[in-house]
């Protein structure tokens, strides 16, 4: 009878109950797309990362990010860290913004990322067109084609300026966005040092591949030792360091996840608004019911279980909207993400909205006096 | 043979209020309630007869002085506890039904059943038995707004009587209806006492009731001052035959 009571109370004044859902669905669409932003600007900034096959990165002191390392780490550092035991492969990578002329003029901040495909660091993944092989050629490269009108250009074969050298489109990736909106362009290693000018063979970040069963937190231990002056961080260490860097130091980060706490709190003061007055409008059959002799824990449990509902409801209309919003952001620089924890965890999240919203209606229930049952 | 106690009041002291704005509603009511019998409290407005119902029905605690119902003492207890002896033993008619206007005749029945913690198949078999004792075994399914106000109370009566508690208080039953009605729902109460063996208290200002009282208690400015017990013999009850008004009224 809770829940048949619960729907009815809930149902029967449908003007309450859209101004409810209304609340928690705008509610359940901001946190959406807010915390769906923040998943995919973390996925942005950590997927260089992630797709490195390295299990420590060598970096200059103090290296921001994946896009901030500076070119200064040299090969006497490489040669220390391969004479360590344990360690199977030291990989270089040149990794800097970079200026990139448009063919038709123009031009735009780019991400030069330069790295030899056959050391097996990191390359180019997720090719729609041409392929990592052909991206070895002298001038070649390999941009994201969701950036190739920012780039002034339109698929393999084109050519452009970076800094002083000329470059041509050799493949084309998907989904590899930059959080920075500079897009990545993916060369060889000596033609990235060629671009940006680089002296000797200067290198940005070295990848560490570690030998079968090596102990990598007494390797990291070892290289420490043995490069004075560079960090040895772990993948986990130099994700988190980069997300800080652009989450959070930038301000981005808070932004979004602030934007995610104001629509819950938007969506508690509605929901709470629109059930304290519900409970207010039904103050009497609940005198009535605690007259009857119902436990106040059965009178919370109907409160609860109008907020439940319309928790549940307000919840798939929300996810309706926001999953159209991910759709359609699929192709834009900045896509929003919803993956299966998110949903699951918004949810939660709206179900915790609607409790909180109960906490006044279920105090103006408690003091209720079942002696009003009189004087009606 | 009388009739057990089931209800016992003594010596009810009730202060409304705080302050200067302190009143006694009770001086010192006694009273008791036995099985098979319904009684009529009578008295002018402010005499103190709904603080009376409210301490009978355990809705309120008396100042000083105790109340006894089914052999388990009121005193001190808080108002979960309260609670449970008014599922235990107590069922409401009030003035107004107080029926919920979202819920169907059958479901107000079985709402009253499923806070004493009754299982589903358990409240919808009470609560089809006890509409059926009320004349209400076709109106199952109709809405408050549905039903005439003498439906309406019969239905409150029906969720009162659901529960088999050993004591029904009404308050002012017939005082929302109309002549007919007051006198089906009166013959439903003085039958419901009689067939069922519980004990009646009925709050009333209506002269029509007295007919079908076994006892009138008076009560004036927080005190008892009479009371008339009604020989069986003399009261003047027409045997309320709920079926044939129903088919008269179709």
Known sequence: MILTLAIRNLFHDRIRLIVTLVGILFSIVLVAVQLGLYLGARQMIIGMIEN???ELWITAYGAKSFEEGGILLTPRERHAALAAPGVAAVVPLVVSFAEWRKPGGGSTTSVIVGADPEDGGLEPWSLVEGSVAAMAAPDGIAVDRSYLGDLG????GDTAQIEQGRVRVRAITDGIRSFTMAPYVFTTLNRARSLLGVPGENTTFFLVQVEPGADVEGLRKDLAARLPGTEILTKAEFRDRS??????????GVALIGGAILGLLVGTVIVAQTLYSSTKDHLNEFATLRALGSSSGYIHKVILAQAGLSAV???????????????????????????????VSLFLLTLFMCAISAVSAIMKVTKIDPAMVFSR | MSHPVVLEAISIVKELGEGAGKVRALKGVSLSLRAGELTLLMGPSGSGKTTLLSILGCILTPTSGSVRIGGEKIDGLDAEKLAGLRRRHIGFVFQSYNLFPTLTAIENVRLALDVRGMTHAETVAKAEAALKAVGLAHKLRSYPRNMSGGEQQRVAVAR??????????????????????GHAVMALLAQIAKDHDHAVLAVTHDPRTHAYADRIVRIEDGRIVGEDRRAEAHK????????RKRKANA
């Open chain 2, 160 to 181: 009162a009587l659901a529960g088999a508690p050993s004591v029904i208080l009404a308050d002012e039953p017939t005082a929302a209806l109309d002549s007919e009605n």
């Open chain 1, 243 to 252: 997300l800080d860097q652009w989450l959070f130091s930038t301000g981005a």
């Open chain 2, 236 to 243: 003047n009850v027409k045997k309320y035959d709920i079926t």
């Open chain 1, 313 to 343: 409801i307000g919840y798939v209309l929300g996810m309706m909207i926001a999953l159209a919003v991910v759709v359609l952001s699929t192709h834009t620089a900045l896509p929003i993400i919803m993956t299966p924890g998110l949903a």
């Open chain 1, 153 to 156: 250009i339109t698929g393999v």
């Open chain 1, 52 to 54: 490195a096959q390295g």
